[in-house]
């Protein structure tokens, strides 16, 4: 069946923009998180969803960063007024239920460049 | 979540089984081992997971001691494919919510033909 699918692959901005990435978890998945990824690094978890209601929001590094699940399914991570630091791979991880001895299933990420 | 302390490389022949060692000392008795890997470019991929018992599947074996402190990953029959960045993580089972998982450095490993 179908993964999780992530767009665009590769997103460009400049400096101040804001840009909108996209995540379609598996169908039926209940649980959504987003993590950011720096170069050389290991993903660094961001937020996670279950269902609509955003239960953690820890990770987000900045109120620049903003994320929402109005629907419980497709997920937007929104970032404003962009700067080179963001710049990173975005990925997008479903699991079935709410309960954490579930795995995680990864998307392969929006590679974010700020210039 | 508990630390986990992987090699950062590891190098294996083609076809001979890589063991990938990682040492979870501080981990508690509600805490799951999982193994993820990242080939380049792409998203981590789920390998497999266990509590207190030795677990296999199509892709890995994970092994535990019986202490608890450490776990081997192993993929009986290496190929090329299999050269990834592979991340040990430890992650607390609750129910009522999941948690975001705590990834480190990983191990490199590198397939040799």
């Known amino acids: 069946g179908a993964g999780v699918s992530q767009s665009p692959r590769y997103k460009v901005a400049k400096r101040g923009q804001d840009v909108a990435l996209r995540c379609d978890p598996i169908?039926?998945?209940?649980?959504l998180f987003w993590y950011q990824q720096a170069l050389g690094q290991g993903p660094e978890f961001l937020t996670y969803?279950?269902?609509?209601?955003?239960?953690?929001k820890s990770g987000l590094p900045s109120d620049r960063f903003f994320a929402e699940r109005p629907e419980g399914s497709v997920s937007t991570l929104k970032i404003q007024r962009t700067q080179q630091e963001d710049s990173a791979v975005y990925l997008c991880?479903?699991?079935?239920?709410?309960?954490?001895?579930?795995?995680?299933?990864f998307g392969d990420g929006t590679r974010l460049s700020i210039l | 979540d508990a630390k986990t302390t992987q090699p950062p490389s590891m190098d294996c022949a083609e076809g001979r089984a890589a063991n990938l060692p990682c040492n979870h000392s501080?981990?508690?008795?509600?805490?799951?081992v999982y193994w993820y890997r990242q080939i380049h470019s792409q998203g981590p991929q789920y390998i497999i997971h266990?509590?207190?018992n030795n677990e296999t599947n199509e892709m890995a074996s994970l092994i535990i001691t019986e202490d608890r402190k450490s776990s081997t990953l192993i993929l009986p029959h290496a190929t090329l494919r299999d050269t990834a960045v592979y991340y040990c993580?430890?992650?607390?089972?609750?129910?009522?919510?999941?948690?975001?998982?705590?990834f480190g450095k990983g191990t490199h490993l590198i397939i040799q033909p």
């Open positions: 991880a479903s699991s079935l239920e709410g309960v954490s001895n579930q795995p995680q299933h």
């Open positions: 169908s039926g998945h209940v649980s």
């Open positions: 969803f279950q269902n609509e209601a955003q239960l953690d």
């Open positions: 501080t981990i508690s008795g509600n805490e799951y």
């Open positions: 266990g509590l207190k």
């Open positions: 993580i430890v992650r607390v089972a609750r129910l009522g919510g999941a948690d975001g998982l705590t």
